[in-house]
C-alpha cells in the first residue's frame, strides 16, 4: 500500500513539475504561429508582385505543426548567369534581417522555428536559403564581396 501511495505522490509531482514547461512550450508555438500567420495573411495579399527588378514574391507559407515559415521568390534568372556564392551572401542578409536581438523571429528561431526561402529560377531550379543564428545573432562571413546575384 505504501509503495502505490509513493507512486501516486511521485506521479503527481512530475507532473506538476513537467506540466508547466510543457504548457508554457505550447503557448510559445501558439504565440509564434498567430505572428507568422499574420505575416502569411499580409504577405500573400501582394503574391505576383515584383519585389525588385529580378525578383518576383510567390507568397509565404507556414506550418506551425513543423514550426517551418517559407517564402517563395521566383528570379527571371536562369541559375548559371549566377554570381558564386550568391546564395551564401543571400543566406547572410536573411540571418540579419531574422536574427536581430530580441526580434519576435529571433525569439521563434531560438524557440525551434525555421524562417527561410526558397528562390526558383528560370531554368526550373529551385535553391534553399535559411537564417542561421547564433543565439539569436546572425552569423556569416563578412569576407563576402558584395556582388549582386546576377552574373554580367
Not at 505550447?26 to 499580409?42: L, M, P
Not at 550568391?86 to 536573411?94: A, D, G, I, V
Not at 526558383?120 to 569576407?143: L, W
Request: hydrophobic share 40%.
Amino acid at each position: 500500500m505504501k509503495l502505490c501511495v509513493l507512486r501516486v505522490v511521485c506521479s503527481v509531482l512530475a507532473a506538476a513539475f513537467f506540466l508547466p514547461r510543457f504548457a508554457f512550450a505550447v503557448d510559445e508555438t501558439d504565440q509564434f504561429c498567430k505572428y507568422f500567420r499574420n505575416i502569411k495573411d499580409e504577405s500573400n495579399e501582394v503574391r505576383g508582385n515584383k519585389v525588385d527588378p529580378l525578383t518576383v514574391f510567390l507568397g509565404v507559407d507556414v506550418r506551425c505543426t513543423e514550426k517551418k515559415v517559407e517564402y517563395g521568390q521566383a528570379i527571371t534568372v536562369a541559375s548559371d548567369n549566377l554570381h558564386r556564392g550568391w546564395q551564401k551572401r543571400l543566406e547572410k542578409n536573411w540571418s540579419i534581417a531574422y536574427c536581430k536581438p530580441g526580434s519576435f523571429s529571433s525569439e521563434a528561431i531560438r524557440n525551434g522555428w525555421t524562417i527561410s526561402s526558397i528562390v526558383k529560377t528560370t531554368d526550373g531550379k529551385e535553391f534553399r536559403v535559411q537564417a542561421m543564428c547564433y543565439d539569436a545573432v546572425a552569423i556569416g562571413d563578412s569576407s563576402e564581396d558584395s556582388e549582386g546575384p546576377v552574373s554580367d
